[in-house]
């Protein structure tokens, strides 16, 4: 694919790590903003299905979780609107409330764009996020590649497009924006590389711990994977240039002592809050996600949200997250670059580490293949379920570290390729302050190195093609399709033209039938969501603590809540018994409701049929059945 006398990389991660270039003072910027909007198209046709009646439609991959990150948003926008605490909420879960730094909230985001999520509301808010946020991070991986490790601009743009839109991360975009908004991961690693820089360990210090801090209000566990991976590199590329380790170790330890107490001090009260603040938790109840590993056979599967996806092999080994999927042909090319690069390329070599090493760990604690568990142990197998930092981590999604180096590495060998045919194949040095170039594929070059790297004919030529050739076969497989989504109805009447004010006092609940949980009750979440939180529910989907301390998802079921949700599955109405109703009164004094509500859905008849005889005969007001059960509770 490329010619592996080349050793164009390693002088790049010689020069990030040891004394990273200055950003010259003229760079192409017609190429920059073609990649961006290259990028926000894509970021538009992944979520075209949203589009098309954006206020209707949720995931049809998960629902669940779709309508939990609007409300989210909605949360961000009540907090910002009535200057409330946004790290914990009464608004869902009465009376307990939930614990949102617990919680996947993604504050980070959603305080910022509060006055956009008033103006144009959730449900529009979060396709438009979403698309945007899967941009930004390819834009983040351009611009960190193209600055600090490769000079072709066409190298970058590869990089930065499998970065922002790998299988893997799509994947998560069904509902999960948290693991697309990695925007600020290229900027950190990059920060990092850069921490032993001479001279200015105050600087990169103050700029790693701002980055850290803030990504810790979008996703904890992104971070802990980046710092994970990061610890590997920085100590791979010890191993290997000692001596330049050696004589920048105190400057990148003063600059790393200076980022890490900045974060701890941003972040210390909201990290405390997070484990010792009201409705906290410790791990998960039986340690459920440690099963969670990758599928050998999903490393050269197509995912279901790429163009050669096919969900009949998904519902066969799609039994965890589809985090690689990166097909066949794209293993061969990585497999193809490592073997070119890595005798000669510091990077490459890194890459290599990180992809032996975080592919392992993902298996989990047993080695499945095709589908079936195999009898061999997997690395997690000796791993405690309640080890600090990582007892609620999934082993599959550390191979979003392999997502990551395959991506680098890609730009890697596009940039080998581009180089193919320079006199005697000579490296190109890293850009220093003062170069130039006009050239988006050769970004940096001086005008010496533009006349060497005009197009070569012959061999080198033909080379460089089949590299370009081989990179893009591989990508164009995987290139995204629009996400599957589905279409939910509107709340009530009632409910979205403020109906139910009149029986909801301040400090009383509204109770709707179904009660929201991470199984029942989707429609009913949104009620909440869509009339931005104007009214507490009791339940919902997040996670909270049983009665050991142990993080279970949604509320603990009371038994008026288990028997709404054991009669829709039955969809038939049970015997009901006088203590079926004496302990309907005492969940509804729990819950401080004021009224009981039911809308139209699939299960509206049987539903009726059982809240009529546990509270009596209800009223029709507008569009649903409503219980007032304020002179009862």
Not at 58 to 82: M, N, Q
Request: glycine letters at 8%; charged letters at 15%.
């Amino acid at each position: 694919m490329v010619d592996p006398s080349l050793n164009s990389s390693s002088v790049e991660v010689d020069a990030v790590a040891a004394d990273p270039p200055r950003r010259p003072r003229r760079r192409p910027a017609r190429a920059d903003a073609l990649a961006i909007g290259a990028y926000a198209l894509l970021g538009v046709l992944v979520c075209l299905n949203y589009w098309g009646d954006v206020q209707h439609r949720v995931s049809s991959h998960l629902p669940t979780d779709h309508s939990w990150f609007e409300w989210l948003f909605a949360h961000g926008a009540y907090s910002v609107r009535h200057l409330e605490n946004p790290l914990f909420t009464a608004r869902q879960n009465a009376p307990d409330g939930v614990n949102m730094m617990a919680n996947t909230s993604l504050l980070g985001v959603t305080l910022p764009l509060a006055p956009l999520t008033m103006l144009l509301g959730p449900q529009v808010m979060y396709a438009l996020y979403l698309g945007a946020a899967l941009s930004a991070t390819a834009a983040t991986a351009y611009w960190t590649l193209s600055r600090h490790l490769v000079r072709s601009r066409g190298a970058a743009f590869v990089g930065g497009a499998f970065l922002g839109f790998a299988p893997g991360i799509v994947h998560h975009a069904n509902g999960q924006p948290n693991f697309v908004s990695n925007f600020l991961l290229p900027l950190i690693v990059a920060r990092v590389l850069r921490l032993g820089e001479p001279g200015r360990w105050r600087r990169n210090g103050v700029a790693l711990g701002l980055l850290v801090a803030y990504q810790i209000f979008i996703n904890e566990e992104m971070l802990l994977l980046t710092a994970l991976a990061c610890l590997v590199v920085v100590a791979a590329y010890a191993v290997q240039r000692p001596r330049e380790t050696r004589a920048r170790a105190l400057s990148f330890l003063a600059a790393i002592s200076v980022g890490g107490g900045l974060a701890l001090l941003l972040t210390a009260y909201p990290i405390w809050f997070q484990f010792n603040g009201p409705q906290s938790y410790r791990g998960l109840q039986g340690g459920v996600f440690h099963n969670w590993g990758e599928d050998l056979m999903a490393f050269v599967t197509f995912a279901r949200d790429t163009v050669a996806g096919d969900e009949a092999v998904e519902k066969t080994i799609g039994l965890t997250e589809q985090n690689t999927w990166f097909g066949w042909p794209l293993v061969l090319v990585a497999l193809a670059a490592l073997v070119l690069l890595v005798r000669r390329s510091v990077p490459a070599r890194i890459l290599a580490v990180l992809v032996v090493l975080f592919t392992i760990a993902s298996i989990g604690p047993v080695v499945r293949f095709d589908g079936a568990e195999t009898s061999v142990a997997g690395p997690w197998a000796y791993v405690p379920d309640d080890l600090p930092l990582v007892e609620m981590m999934m082993p599959t999604r550390l191979s979003l570290v392999v997502v990551a180096a395959v991506g680098v590495l890609l730009a890697l060998a596009w940039d080998a390729s581009a180089r193919v045919g320079r006199p005697g194949n000579a490296p190109v040095p890293a850009p220093r302050s003062g170069d130039h170039d006009a050239d988006p594929t050769d970004a940096g070059a001086d005008d010496t190195d533009r006349a060497a790297a005009r197009p070569a004919t012959g061999r080198p030529r033909a080379l460089r093609l089949v590299g370009y050739a081989a990179i893009v076969a591989a990508l164009l497989p995987l290139v995204p399709r629009p996400l599957p989504a589905q279409r939910m109805d509107p709340p009530p009447h009632f409910i979205t033209a403020g109906g139910w004010r009149p029986y909801v006092p301040a400090g009383r609940t509204l109770v709707p039938v179904p009660i929201p949980s991470n199984v029942h009750g989707l429609p009913t979440l949104r009620w909440s969501a869509l009339t931005g939180q104007e009214f507490p529910i009791p339940g919902g989907y997040f996670i909270g603590p049983n009665e050991l301390g142990e993080g279970v998802f949604g509320a603990p079921n009371r038994p008026t809540s288990t028997l709404i949700y054991a009669t829709m599955d039955r969809d038939e109405l049970p015997e009901i018994t006088a203590e079926n109703r004496r302990q309907a009164v005492e969940d509804l004094r729990f819950w401080r409701a004021s009224v009981v509500v039911l809308g139209a859905g699939p299960r509206e008849a049987v539903l009726r049929d059982l809240m009529t005889a546990l509270l009596g005969p209800a009223q029709r007001v507008d569009d649903v059945w409503l219980w007032d059960v304020r002179d009862r509770v």
